[in-house]
Every structure is written in C-alpha cells, then in structure tokens.
C-alpha cells in the first residue's frame, strides 16, 4: 500500500489495480481495512480505527483513493462529491489508436494534441451484465453522461488520454471512449483487443485537486506513473 498523502482528517492512497475499495461478495480483503490497519498500527491506537469511504475504483482501475479520518471529514467531503463542489479528479487513460477522436478528427493521428473536447452519451447500466451501454441520444432508462478529454501522447498502436468527468455515471470513462471506437487498453468487457497480463484495465485515476474540508487549503496531488513499460514510454515529459 502506497500512502500519498496524510494528514489528521485525511489519508489518499495509491490503489493498485486488483484490489478492491470496499469488501465485496468475493471475501477478498479490501484496501479499506488495510488501511485501518496501516493506521492502527502507525499511531498506535487502542479498538477500532473510523475510516469513511468517500469514493470508489473499479477494481481493474489504478491510481487515487480518498478516505476520511474523521466523522467531520467524511460529512464534508460527501456533500462535495455529491455536489462535484470544489472538488476535480483527472484520470489517464491508455486506448487503443483505431477510432474517431471528435466530429472533426478521422483518427488520433490528425487530433491536435492537449486540445479539449467534450463528449456527451446517454448511458444505460444493465446490472446482470455488470457493464453500460452508449447511446447518442436519450432512450429508456438512460442517464446523460459528459466527460471532457485530450489526447496526451500519439503511440504506434496506444495513445494516452486525459479525462476530466463532469458527471459520474457506472462505467462511464470505459463505456464512452469503448462508444467513441478508443477502448481502454486491457478492457475487454468493453472491446480492448487483448487482456493485460495481470488482469488490470490501463485506467488511472491520475490527480486530485480539492479544498481540504477542515482546514479549507487546496489539496492536489498526483498518482506516480504504474510501474509498466508502456504507461512510461507514454507518460515521459507528461
């Protein structure tokens, strides 16, 4: 467990790809109470440790985790998650270079780089499968979705990605760059040629960037680059 940040009322950590926020009906230990231990064990503290969880990762996703140390901490920073109110998270993405960018982009070899587009979908979840499907305009049971992107580093078969979201819909970065012909490298429930070896999607909750919710300064803070050869050759300079 990687601890990027600490603080009285906070702690954010980097989470691995694999484990889960949560527990969930799979029994596996999840990064929750690892951390509960890690503080237990630092601070020493007699009975049981509060953690809140403020916000979750896919399990196949990287990168940072928010909890709260306090009951204070926790009510504040639900009510900005809720209200996406000084809050912003940005997450990298690695895709697969095949697909239409934007309206004006035949493919990522002609997208300007580190230039911002909004991309907008109606996203409906099917709970069996686990998995939502796009829809360029409203059908039933569907909720808007809008996500804000860049195109960081062109590759010869992967780009790299930077996406801001502007709503928080299931699956929605992974559903809406698979609708948009880019799925995320490794992704296969959403159309990735291939499985990454160790079972991970090559999605990264990259930055946070927050007014801390007691002491009223602004947090931000970067996840490190995932020990992997192609996230590196990407990512190099970014």
């Known amino acids: ?22 527990g969930d009906k799979t029994g596996d230990r999840p990064l929750s109470e690892i951390v509960k231990d890690y503080i237990k064990e630092k601070y ?14 896919d399990r196949p996703v990287s990168g940072l985790v928010i909890f709260a140390r306090t009951s204070k901490a926790l009510t504040r920073l639900n009510k900005m998650f809720a209200e996406k109110d000084n809050i912003k998270k940005t997450y990298w993405a690695i895709v697969e270079s095949r697909g239409q960018v934007h309206d004006s982009c035949v493919n990522h070899a002609t997208c300007p780089l580190d230039s911002w587009h909004l991309l907008e979908n109606w996203l409906v979840r099917n709970e069996q499968q686990n998995k939502s499907y796009a829809y360029d305009h409203e059908v039933p049971r569907s909720k808007k979705a809008q996500l804000r992107y860049r195109l960081l580093t062109h590759g010869d078969h992967y780009d790299l ?5 502007l709503t928080g819909r299931h699956h929605q970065i992974r559903c809406q760059l698979a609708a948009m012909g880019c799925p995320i490298k490794g992704d296969l429930k959403y159309g990735a040629k291939r499985s990454n070896p160790d079972g991970s999607i090559s999605l990264q909750s990259h930055r946070v960037e927050f007014v801390h919710p007691v002491s009223k300064e602004t947090i931000c803070i970067e996840a490190p680059i995932p020990d992997d050869s192609l996230w590196k050759a990407l990512a190099e300079d970014k």
């Open 1 to 22: 467990m990687q601890v990027v940040y600490e603080d009285n009322h906070l702690i954010i950590v980097n989470k691995e790809s694999g484990e889960i926020v949560q």
């Open 44 to 57: 020493q503290k007699p009975g049981a440790v509060f953690l809140g969880v403020v916000h979750r990762l």
């Open 161 to 165: 990605v930077e996406v801001e979201l």
